[in-house]
């Protein structure tokens, strides 16, 4: 008989500590919790280790669990038993997903992270430990803190629920500009207690450490019950003196920090449309009207108002925007008491008329800014019900004039739908939790875009200077948050400098600052609170953040290319992203998947019908039901409680599926391309080349300094083909990524795609690079090679490289393939015929056994006859 534990739930920044146990000395008992977490300039790196011993003379099965920010990325997790570490593998969700469904076919579980609550995921993983054993779990995830009403807060909610031997948390924060204010609370703290807690500050560093003994942890000395039960926060600011912020820069990446203080705030115009339909019954609208009470009380005499409220009719409070006076806002305190709900939910028909009262608005101060906020519970019932349509509608009457913001009130509403309307119009969504401080989460919301004081926001950098800037426009700035910008230098500057453009309340704002890169640099040397090359990885974080944000109001085609931009970035710095997943290996070769869930994971299922595919059921979100079907990936047959006669029957078939998969790879396909091919110089020989390299890292492929030409290529995981390649060229200094998704062109810091869905063709300083629909895409420069890539439509679309006037290469042309264009000859014997299988290669002075094999050429438009080659295997 198996005894269940719950391992310590640890949150940083939402972090959570707990422990269930069946008795009260449990056989697996936790010795050992430590989280160490690295705050450096924002950016938090949190390592959380446990360790726990199996005292019973049987294996028992223990689940480590620990609820992490959702705006955190896993970005490692490993587990030591027995001298054995079983590491997680992050892969591209795909790639893992084909892995991880052989494990369903055998019956393994998976979902290791779901959704628990408004701010927190929680990641958890069960093993079987035998007797008398130990075993360590660790976990990883980072962090970019984000700045709200003025501080930056760090969530420690403690609940271990037993007595552990030692335990300790540690809060690390170094922040350059100077730490402003620094403080601590809980609500569990007793006087014992506060004496295993100390702080230590200087002008830049903290140091927070909780340390409690047993003794101290006791809530008697008769029972071995735990006083740690509650929520500990570090919260804290930093000093600003310089009005354009403050840049930070470490080995070549640079961080910008502006967050203004003292600035008069823009007068608002602002619509409120509130769901009163049936939905809303009870409850929700009722602190729906506690929040709007509040809400009024806090517009200011300046800011102009007005509501609409909706179900499947619309009604205008006024038909113009009032002046926030207290007679205008006792007036609409008194239609919030009137609300009620019932009826359908016409979301079209409300934003419309929201827009048209802000469009034919007058008298209003000059300098403003203008806003809707929509607070909806459903979906669109009545009016216009496709989504699409209204998302539509609302961005083409909007034009860029007002900022959007959408609050989602529950689970029933669509959360993307939501998020889409509204990151197209300027604004954010949120989700507002049906618990009991629902009014305090609209009352929130309302402070963080009540002041803003800032608008038409514009970061500029030297242009030749800078790669890969993350976003530097913004449309609106509010009081107590902060803007955050990142890029990498790329070439050497003495002074970074900057200028900020904005229009505040009162004029057109012009702000500069020059930092002197060698001096930030020196900053970060021989800091005990840094964490490896930590600008670098905020810079990766933060562009994928954006990246998936963009991607969410984008068109399709330009989604894609987005999402695999993002891709690239979350598997190069290993983060469990909403594109990525972690695969996580036991003892026993059982493997279990951790995804990284996004609020519109949230949703609550639809029901599917009886007979659906199994395939797209195994795709839903986590069940909440804890009865054991936590185990499975909700939706799978058991969760959706499907018969047990179905069940066997989905497992038949992916076992089936799984070793036809397996027969397929174990023989090699007739005919099948190879990785690359290439045509050998002055000799009338193909060389097909196949490259052994872990997945997902570049492979130096081709580098000519006399060309100005480099070209590097990544192998797909789960296929072995390229699926990436990157063209460099030195003048004009142009990147071109080339995916199977799209291909991006870089210049003078600025990005453009092009569509592999139809024929273009763009021209940089005399550098052609074009697009032939789903076939090809050219890079040619006068008096340079050509380099050709061709795109690959199979199950797995896969890219294929080759060169055209390779005569022009140098003879200085190195790497993987380029130097198969300097200096290769095969070896002369009897057998230097056409009839040979087998001959010897010798390349850049090493030799190499080549056989003559057919192979599919990707170069023709029709790749049904094979081609004769000579095959080749390098390990770079």
């Not at 354009?244 to 007068?267: K, L, R, W």
């Not at 979350?570 to 996580?584: A, E, G, N």
């Not at 010798?842 to 023709?860: A, F, I, N, Q």
Request: net charge negative.
């Amino acid at each position: 008989m198996e005894q269940r534990i719950l391992l310590p739930l640890m949150v940083f920044s939402s972090l959570i500590v707990s422990a269930e146990t069946i008795d009260q000395k449990p056989d697996i008992k936790i010795y050992s919790l430590h989280v160490d977490c690295k705050v450096t300039s924002r950016f938090a790196h949190t390592v959380i280790t446990s360790r726990i011993v199996n005292r019973a003379n049987e294996s028992r099965e223990a689940t480590f669990e620990v609820e992490i920010p959702k705006t955190a990325f896993i970005t490692n997790f490993s587990m030591s038993m027995d001298g054995e570490v079983y590491p997680g593998i992050i892969k591209e969700k795909a790639a893992a997903q084909n892995e991880y469904d052989t494990a369903v076919s055998q019956g393994q579980s998976a979902g290791l992270v779901k959704i628990t609550d408004r701010k927190l995921e929680q990641f958890h993983v069960s093993v079987s430990v035998a007797a008398a054993s130990k075993v360590t779990f660790e976990l990883t995830y980072e962090e970019l803190l984000k700045r709200q009403l003025g501080n930056y807060e760090l969530l420690i909610k403690v609940q271990p629920k037993q007595l552990v031997k030692h335990f300790q948390i540690d809060v690390h924060i170094f922040e350059p500009q100077g730490i402003r204010l620094l403080e601590t609370d809980s609500t569990f703290m007793t006087n014992e207690l506060t004496e295993a807690l100390t702080k230590v500050q200087n002008e830049t560093k903290a140091h927070i450490l909780f340390k409690p003994t047993l003794d101290q942890q006791k809530k008697n000395s008769e029972l071995d019950e735990t006083l740690l039960n509650g929520d500990f926060v570090v919260r804290y600011d930093v000093k600003r003196e310089a009005t354009a912020g403050d840049i930070q820069i470490v080995n070549g990446y640079f961080v910008h920090y502006f967050a203004p203080q003292e600035m008069p705030v823009f007068p608002k115009n602002v619509i409120f449309v509130i769901d009163r339909s049936g939905s809303m019954t009870g409850r929700k609208i009722e602190q729906t009207r506690d929040a709007l009470l509040k809400i009024l009380q806090d517009l200011r005499p300046e800011d102009h108002f007005s509501f609409i409220t909706f179900n499947n009719k619309v009604v205008e409070w006024k038909s113009s925007l009032l002046p926030a006076t207290k007679e205008n806002v006792a007036s609409a305190a008194a239609l919030v008491q009137t609300l009620t709900a019932r009826g359908g939910t016409d979301i079209n028909g409300a934003l419309l008329a929201a827009v048209a009262v802000l469009d034919r608005a007058e008298r209003l101060p000059e300098r403003s800014v203008s806003m809707v906020i929509l607070l909806t519970d459903g979906q669109p019932t009545s009016g216009e019900r496709s989504v699409e349509v209204i998302q539509e509608n609302i961005q083409e009457a909007i034009n860029g004039k007002y900022a959007l913001f959408c609050l989602g009130f529950g689970f029933d509403v669509s959360y993307k739908f939501l998020e889409k309307m509204a990151r197209s119009n300027g604004g954010i969504a949120r989700r507002i939790y049906e618990n009991a401080d629902a009014a305090l989460q609209l009352q929130g919301f309302y402070q963080e875009v009540a002041t803003p004081i800032l608008m038409q926001i514009e970061m500029q950098y030297p242009e030749n200077s800078i790669e890969g800037l993350t976003k530097n426009n913004f449309k609106l700035f509010f009081e107590g948050s902060e803007i955050i910008v990142s890029g990498k230098i790329s070439n050497e500057l003495d002074l970074l400098p900057v200028e900020i453009k904005a229009q505040s309340h009162t004029s057109n704002l012009t702000l500069k600052e020059e930092a002197n890169v060698k001096e930030k640099e020196q900053v970060f040397q021989n800091q005990g609170y840094i964490f490896g090359n930590f600008i670098e990885r905020l810079w990766a974080y933060l562009t994928i953040q954006q990246l998936l944000e963009e991607a969410i109001s984008a068109q399709e085609e330009d989604q894609k290319a987005l999402e695999a931009q993002a891709l690239d970035l979350s598997l190069q710095y290993s983060f469990v992203t909403p594109l990525t997943s972690m695969v996580v290996t036991k003892p026993q070769q059982q493997e279990e998947l951790a995804n990284k869930p996004t609020e519109a994971d949230n949703e609550k299922p639809s029901r599917l019908p009886a007979g659906a595919s199994f395939k797209r059921l195994h795709s839903r979100m986590p069940s909440e039901d804890d009865s054991g079907s936590r185990r499975l990936k909700s939706g799978s047959p058991g969760a959706l409680r499907h018969s047990e006669g179905q069940l066997r029957g989905n497992r038949q078939v992916l076992s089936a599926v799984s070793r036809s998969r397996d027969a397929k790879r174990a023989q090699p396909a007739a005919y099948e391309h190879p990785q690359l091919l290439l045509q050998l110089p002055t000799q009338n020989e193909r060389i097909c080349l196949n490259i052994h390299r872990v997945p997902r890292t570049s492979v130096p492929l081709l580098s000519d300094p006399e060309q100005g030409l480099t070209v590097m290529g990544k192998v797909g995981a789960g296929i072995n083909h390229f699926v990436q390649f990157d063209i460099n060229y030195v003048n004009p200094p142009v990147q071109i990524r080339v995916y199977t998704h799209a291909i991006l062109l870089s210049y003078n810091n600025k990005n453009s795609w092009l569509s592999w869905m139809k024929s273009s063709s763009s021209t940089i300083q005399g550098l052609t690079v074009s697009v032939e629909k789903e076939r090809s895409v050219t890079a040619s420069l006068p008096g340079t090679v050509t380099v050709k890539i061709s795109l690959v439509r199979l199950p797995d679309d896969f890219l294929g490289l080759y060169f055209l006037d390779t005569d022009r290469f140098s003879d200085k042309v190195t790497g993987v393939l380029g130097q198969f264009y300097s200096k290769v000859q095969f070896e002369s014997d009897s057998n230097n015929d056409q009839r040979a299988v087998e001959r010897v290669l010798r390349v850049s002075g090493s030799e190499h056994k080549v056989s003559r094999l057919y192979k599919k050429d990707y170069r023709l438009e029709s790749d049904s006859e094979p081609v004769s080659c000579w095959s080749i295997n390098l390990t770079p």
